[in-house]
């Protein structure tokens, strides 16, 4: 599983999300748009918008995104049980 969580900095709900991937030991790679603009770019390509966090699961993509609907679609994928 491929994860990249498009943050800003300061965003307390990419807080959230960083906080819930690492406690359960789920690796991702963070790109803050704010401090690289191609990574808000990237952002507003795939998702049609640059809101925090926005995350690219395999492919697939959850804008504006909070923990719990990470959580219900990593249940749902069955990568969490």
Not at 11 to 30: R, Y
Not at 62 to 78: R, T
């Amino acid at each position: 599983m491929n994860i990249v969580v498009y943050t800003k900095t300061g965003c307390g709900w990419a807080e959230e999300v960083k906080d819930f991937l690492n406690t359960h030991n789920i690796p991702f790679e963070e790109r803050d748009m704010l401090v690289h603009p191609k990574y808000k770019d990237e952002a507003i390509v795939k998702s049609g918008q640059w809101k925090s966090p926005t995350l690219d699961i395999d492919g697939d993509i959850l804008p504006d995104s909070d923990a719990a609907q990470v959580e219900e679609y990593l249940k749902k994928k069955g990568h969490l049980s």
